[in-house]
């Protein structure tokens, strides 16, 4: 079974300019989760999102992060613009939806962004 | 902002012996979840306890949970070089599946 897939896995940006990061979950999970970890920190959640929906973005800063899930599939997370202390990891992760099927989530390796 | 904090922050041992890492967390928690974190890699998830459970073990772990005293450790028997990694705990509260992590323990395990 393939893992929680995501592109790119470094990049390299200057600050004020846009960056956009992908995250395909793993096949049937319905949840879709993006963390921004800091170096030295746990992972903080970003977004969730059930299918297309995203549930819980009170994290997300919103004037300069958006995302989106549009098919409930794959999921785009994007900074625009981005400024220096947006340099972190981005995670994404996914697991099985509802209620009793469990908290564990799947993650992906990540994308370690830098912005100078 | 985070949930849990872990202690110690970093632990170095010799391979083979056993590793503790603590994790304290602030509110009521329905699940207490362990992941590891090797560098350049994303977490891998280890073990998952209920917040009605006390005690769990998966191969060389073995995880207690003290609801009481809001704090669980995480144990590591005989420890490997394939060990070294930073390990985070993460909790999760009813009715809301929202991960919330702690700052992690750096453990490196010598050769």
């Known amino acids: 079974e393939a893992g929680v897939v995501q592109s790119p896995r470094y990049k390299i940006i200057e600050k004020k300019q846009p960056v956009a990061f992908w995250c395909n979950p793993i096949s049937g999970h319905n949840t879709l989760y993006w963390y921004r970890q800091n170096l030295g920190q746990g992972p903080e959640l970003l977004i969730r999102?059930?299918?297309?929906?995203?549930v819980d973005d009170s994290q997300l800063p919103k004037d300069r992060f958006s995302a989106e899930r549009l098919k409930g599939v794959d999921s785009t997370l994007k900074i625009q613009p981005a400024e220096l202390g947006d340099s972190a990891v981005y995670l994404c992760?996914?697991?099985?939806?509802?209620w009793g099927a469990g908290h564990e989530q799947y993650f992906g390796p990540g994308t370690r962004l830098t912005v100078t | 902002s985070q949930q849990g904090e872990e202690d110690p922050q970093a632990l170095s041992i010799q391979e083979g012996e056993n590793a503790t890492m603590n994790c304290s967390y602030k509110?009521?928690?329905?699940?207490l979840q362990w992941y590891r974190q090797n560098s350049g890699r994303g977490l891998v998830h280890l073990i998952l306890?209920?917040?009605?459970?006390r005690e769990k073990h998966s191969g060389r772990l073995r995880v207690t949970l003290d609801t009481s005293k809001k704090s669980s450790s995480l144990l590591i028997t005989a420890s490997r070089a394939a060990d070294t990694a930073s390990y985070f705990c993460a909790t999760d509260r009813f009715g809301n599946e929202k991960l919330t992590f702690g700052t992690g323990t750096r453990l490196t395990i010598i050769p």
């Open positions: 992760a996914s697991s099985p939806s509802g």
């Open positions: 509110t009521s928690i329905n699940n």
């Open positions: 999102y059930e299918n297309e929906e995203a």
């Open positions: 306890i209920r917040s009605n459970e």
